[in-house]
């Protein structure tokens, strides 16, 4: 199963970034969808997910910045990362959370 995950890059802190996240739609229309996390040396954590219902759910580091959506039509999933600090520095990974179903990761680096 692939994930297709994009949007990432370098910004300066206080920016903002859009990741997207395709999936197939066998998967998508079933999952609860999600956005993880890898900063190097680190474990992978978790970001946000998106139920099927839109019902989401954030990590405390992120409440408040960052927006995970949904469009069902697409088979994608979003996250709007806001006010982005040195430490939201990681390679970012889409989840279908029932398989799980991983994407290849995506980097978004925060530096001046």
């Known amino acids: 199963v692939q994930l297709q995950a994009s949007g990432g890059g370098l910004v300066q802190p206080g920016g903002s970034l859009r990741l997207s996240c395709v999936a197939p739609?066998?998967?998508?229309?079933?999952?609860?969808m999600g956005w993880y996390r890898q900063a190097p040396g680190n474990q992978r954590e978790f970001v946000a997910s998106v139920a099927i219902d839109d019902t989401t759910n954030y990590a405390d580091s992120v409440r408040g910045r960052f927006a995970i959506s949904r469009d069902n039509a697409k088979n994608t999933v979003y996250l709007q990362m806001n006010s982005l600090k040195p430490e939201d520095t990681a390679v970012y990974y889409c989840v279908a959370v029932a398989g799980p179903y991983w994407g290849q990761g995506t980097l978004v680096t925060v530096s001046s």
């Open positions: 739609r066998s998967i998508f229309r079933f999952n609860t």
